[in-house]
């Protein structure tokens, strides 16, 4: 995918998953050696973007 797809998805996983608290985002070993650092860093920005700090 693109970062505005990463951006997108992240924003969805939060919407669904955190409300009420306690969602730990965290891409463990579920981020593929091939994964453009683009989307990695569209990954974490979007998190500090729209996550709870």
Same mark, same amino acid.
């Given at each position: 995918? %693109? $970062?505005?797809? !990463?951006?997108?998805?992240? +924003?969805?996983?939060?919407?669904?998953?955190? $409300? #009420? #608290?306690?969602? !730990?985002?965290? $891409?463990?070993?579920? !981020?593929?050696?091939? %994964? $453009? !650092?683009?989307? +990695? +860093?569209?990954?974490?920005?979007? +998190?500090?973007?729209? #996550?709870?700090?």
């Amino acid at each position: 995918g %693109t $970062p505005d797809e !990463v951006r997108r998805e992240v +924003l969805e996983r939060l919407e669904i998953l955190s $409300p #009420g #608290g306690g969602f !730990v985002f965290n $891409p463990i070993h579920n !981020v593929q050696a091939k %994964t $453009p !650092v683009e989307n +990695l +860093l569209a990954m974490f920005e979007a +998190l500090r973007e729209f #996550g709870r700090p």
